[in-house]
Nanobody, 123 residues
């Protein structure tokens, strides 16, 4: 079992960029699939991006090329690069891991979650 800690959230202006990190503790991190989700007040938690153990990726439909997910297994870290941020990207961003190593886009596919990091985009 891994434990996850997100970092990198901040308050930025519209059009700016951020890089979020999800750092894991525990063994066999390289075997896990990792996803990012986000949730804003009054809304469902929404799939953002995921990366499988083989490095394949998948993105939520709203991303439209603005975000990029990557992983560095030597650092046990998955990154989410957020570019051209909009006010509607304001949310708490969560990372999650699944032991099957898959790219997955639904919450129930993940069995371990971090505590979240706040991203606020002001216009």
């Amino acid at each position: 079992q891994v434990q996850l800690v997100e970092s990198g959230g901040a308050t930025v202006q519209t059009g700016e960029s951020l890089r979020l990190s999800c750092t894991a503790s525990g063994r066999s991190f390289r075997d896990y699939g990792v996803g990012w989700f986000r949730q804003s007040p009054g809304r469902e938690r929404e799939f953002v991006a995921a990366i499988a153990r083989d490095g394949s990726t998948n993105y939520g439909r709203f991303v439209q090329g603005r975000f990029a997910i990557s992983r560095d297994n030597s650092k046990k870290t998955v990154f989410l690069q957020l570019n051209t941020l909009k006010s509607e990207d304001t949310a708490v961003y969560y990372c999650a891991a699944n032991r099957w190593g898959r790219v997955a886009g639904t919450r129930t596919d993940y069995d371990t979650w971090g505590q979240g990091t706040q991203v606020t985009v002001s216009s």
